[in-house]
């Protein structure tokens, strides 16, 4: 799986040769992507540990704004004497594909030729400016309930292996 390619060798009666191609997200889409995801850090963090949580899910999946193609940027092309559109040996690859982006999700981004470290980045920037009404919640918090609140960063879990 590369950037906007995926190469697939599927055994068969014989070894058939599948490629599959997606043509990149247009920066218009991509920066409309990261604008919604702006300020969600942790749910970025959470990406990079393996994880894909709700709020991030819906903007990478929404039908007009997310990462996912419209049918007609995608081709599919397969090396057996079969001439459907869409031959056992592609479908294969593609669950082969969805399989690979359960283990990996960041490799979605990759298919799509889009940097992740850009939306960690960007996302960042979001959060930095939402600190200061935090502090004041936490404060607010703690002089109303007569608590002291825990500010240590989170720590992002493992990944399950």
């Not at 043509?23 to 990079?48: F, Y």
């Not at 599919?76 to 031959?87: K, M, R, Y």
């Not at 980045?121 to 009404?133: L, N």
Request: with cysteine; hydrophobic share 40%; net charge positive.
């Amino acid at each position: 799986i590369g950037e906007g390619r995926v190469d697939a060798l599927v055994a068969g009666g014989e070894l058939y040769e599948v490629t599959v191609e997606i043509e990149a997200l247009s920066r218009r889409r991509w920066d409309g992507l990261v604008a919604k995801c702006k300020g969600q850090i942790d749910s970025v963090v959470s990406l990079l540990h393996g994880e894909l949580p709700e709020p991030l899910l819906a903007a990478v999946v929404d039908l007009r704004s997310g990462l996912f193609p419209a049918p007609n940027q995608m081709s599919f092309n397969c090396s057996c004497p079969d001439h459907a559109f869409l031959c056992k040996h592609v479908a294969a690859v593609l669950y082969g594909v969805g399989a690979r982006f359960d283990q990996k999700p960041e490799t979605f981004f990759t298919l799509r030729s889009v940097k992740l470290e850009q939306l960690v980045a960007r996302s960042a920037a979001g959060v930095a400016a939402r600190r200061p009404a935090q502090r004041k919640a936490a404060a607010t918090l703690e002089k109303l309930f007569g608590i002291e609140l825990d500010r240590s960063p989170r720590r992002p879990r493992k990944p399950v292996k």
